[in-house]
């Protein structure tokens, strides 16, 4: 799906129109391209103490990570002073050890200081710690503060830049892998719509990847609703990063599957997620096609949109037996199949819908609302075997779905964000992708916005 006006705002005559009318000028933004380097210029490390340091050193290549081995694949050109008319392409901001609102002034004036010559594309990322139940309030407030400070920032920066946190949970070391995991994916083109969002780190679980750009080599995934749009996203990226994959779809998407599945070089499996067997089936094909199943990515999902007022039965049914019940059936199959337990991957497509609300979506805001919910309490039963649920809740992405929305509804929808565009399929696919590798084993039971800082919600 194509976004004319983007194309418009930045080609020749139409440009200067749109500049001179102060209309929204949204940029085309960077996207991941293998191959490429993660940050295209200087990355400033802000904050001092010990996380700091070792945060710097990480970047920089020079710390020993997993015992004696350097973690492979960062060697930025990092720096921890902030220069005048130096152009940063990434600053991270390290505030692990907050116990005062006053301390939060420096470094962030120091961020302050260098947004004005930000690259474009350039990267914020804060990493922090939240309060804990036992905590003062004066460390509370400093710490929820970044909260704050994160996503005010993300709303003034310009030019496709992002920003983004990392919540490290007590007692877990920045150095664990999904805190290394999660700061490399908002650095990375690869979170190029993800936006003003805090990603939570829970434990030290997880390992680092050899290879970053193949996190998932030797993984099989089963992708839902394959045949098109976002799943078929998915397929291509998780094959990418090293997956052989599955792609799952009704019979009447036989076609349009058979093609992603050969794209893929993966299988197709034509298969409606609603039936009683389904979670068997997906089982039973990805171990006797492929020798063993690792990651289930629930992307199947439709809406039928009313007001309630107007809602029926048959509009409301539907829409919880595919994008709810289903996900529920399939995962108590795989977890009571004793067949899903290396390191096993759960995650699952939400929608700002289901967490700020729509209206004339009560129906599908119940079942995405009901995705967040089921992710945390799916992730604990799956703790034992190092693995994890998650979910991702885009906002508006440029789909064969919300190209059925109204012209206008569409035009604006697609605005109200800080990037004031629509995602493309591989922006969900990026995150799906994040949180189906073995780094991001500690992020466990939560929901990873992709929706460019939409103004609805938090
Ligand atoms: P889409 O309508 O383009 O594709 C959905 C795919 O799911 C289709 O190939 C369809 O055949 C398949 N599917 C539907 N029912 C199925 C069933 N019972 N069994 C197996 N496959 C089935 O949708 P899109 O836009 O790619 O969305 C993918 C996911 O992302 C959905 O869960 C959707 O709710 C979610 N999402 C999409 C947003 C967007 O802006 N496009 C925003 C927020 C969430």
């Known amino acids: 799906?194509?976004?004319?006006?983007?194309?418009?705002?930045?080609?020749?005559?139409?440009?200067?129109?749109?500049?001179?009318?102060?209309?929204?000028?949204?940029?085309?933004?960077?996207?991941?391209?293998?191959?490429?380097?993660?940050?295209?210029?200087?990355?400033?490390?802000?904050?001092?103490?010990?996380?700091?340091?070792?945060?710097?050193?990480?970047?920089?290549?020079?710390?020993?990570?997993?015992?004696?081995?350097?973690?492979?694949?960062?060697?930025?050109?990092?720096?921890?002073?902030?220069?005048?008319?130096?152009?940063?392409?990434?600053?991270?901001?390290?505030?692990?050890?907050?116990?005062?609102?006053?301390?939060?002034?420096?470094?962030?004036?120091?961020?302050?200081?260098?947004?004005?010559?930000?690259?474009?594309?350039?990267?914020?990322?804060?990493?922090?710690?939240?309060?804990?139940?036992?905590?003062g309030p004066a460390v509370a407030a400093a710490r929820q503060g970044v909260d704050g400070i994160l996503r005010s920032v993300a709303k003034e920066l310009r030019n496709g830049a992002t920003g983004n946190g990392v919540v490290v949970a007590d007692g877990v070391p920045v150095t664990a892998p999904s805190v290394l995991g999660a700061l490399r994916f908002f650095l990375s083109a690869r979170s190029a719509f993800v936006d003003g969002q805090l990603l939570a780190v829970d434990s030290d679980g997880g390992s680092l990847p050899l290879d970053w750009d193949r996190p998932l080599d030797g993984r099989v995934a089963v992708v839902t609703g394959a045949a098109r749009g976002i799943g078929a996203a998915i397929?291509?990226?998780?094959?990418?990063?090293?997956?052989?994959?599955?792609?799952?779809?009704?019979?009447?998407?036989?076609?349009q599957l058979a093609a992603v599945a050969n794209k893929v070089r993966g299988t197709a499996l034509q298969l409606d997620v609603t039936a009683e067997d389904a979670g068997t089936r997906i089982l039973e094909h990805a171990r006797t096609r492929h020798g063993r199943l690792d990651v289930v990515v629930h992307n199947a999902g439709i809406t039928r949109d009313k007001l309630?007022?107007?809602?029926?039965?048959?509009?409301?049914?539907?829409?919880?037996?595919?994008?709810?019940?289903?996900?529920?059936?399939?995962?108590?199959?795989?977890?009571?199949?004793?067949?899903?337990?290396?390191?096993?991957?759960?995650?699952?497509?939400a929608s700002t819908s289901g967490i700020a609300g729509n209206r004339g979506q009560t129906n599908y805001a119940a079942s995405k609302g009901g995705v967040v919910g089921m992710v945390r309490a799916t992730?604990?039963?799956?703790?034992?075997?190092?693995?994890?649920?998650?979910?991702?809740?885009?906002?508006?992405?440029?789909?064969?779905?919300?190209?059925?929305?109204?012209?206008?509804?569409?035009?604006?929808?697609?605005?109200?964000?800080?990037?004031?565009?629509?995602?493309?399929p591989v922006d969900v696919a990026e995150a799906v992708a994040f949180l189906a590798s073995p780094q991001a084993g500690g992020v466990v039971g939560r929901t990873l916005r992709v929706c460019g800082q939409n103004l609805v919600g938090q």
């Not at 710390?63 to 492979?72: E, I, K, Q, V």
């Open 235 to 255: 397929a291509e990226t998780l094959a990418r990063d090293g997956a052989t994959v599955v792609a799952v779809d009704i019979p009447a998407a036989g076609e």
């Open 1 to 135: 799906m194509t976004d004319t006006y983007l194309n418009l705002v930045n080609s020749g005559f139409t440009k200067k129109i749109a500049k001179q009318l102060g209309l929204p000028r949204p940029v085309p933004l960077r996207r991941h391209q293998p191959g490429r380097p993660l940050v295209d210029g200087p990355v400033l490390v802000l904050g001092t103490g010990e996380d700091a340091d070792t945060v710097a050193h990480v970047l920089a290549g020079t710390a020993a990570l997993s015992g004696a081995s350097l973690a492979p694949g960062w060697d930025l050109d990092v720096r921890r002073h902030p220069a005048q008319g130096e152009r940063y392409a990434a600053v991270v901001l390290v505030l692990t050890g907050l116990t005062h609102p006053d301390e939060l002034a420096a470094p962030v004036l120091a961020l302050g200081s260098t947004l004005q010559g930000l690259a474009p594309h350039a990267r914020v990322v804060t990493v922090s710690r939240p309060a804990t139940p036992d905590d």
């Open 308 to 349: 309630l007022v107007n809602m029926t039965p048959d509009r409301w049914d539907p829409i919880v037996a595919v994008n709810i019940a289903a996900q529920l059936r399939i995962n108590e199959q795989l977890l009571t199949s004793g067949d899903f337990t290396e390191e096993p991957r759960i995650v699952a497509l």
């Open 379 to 424: 992730a604990p039963l799956l703790s034992a075997f190092g693995g994890t649920a998650n979910a991702v809740a885009p906002g508006f992405i440029e789909t064969d779905m919300t190209a059925k929305i109204p012209a206008v509804t569409r035009q604006v929808a697609r605005r109200l964000n800080s990037l004031q565009q629509g995602g493309q």
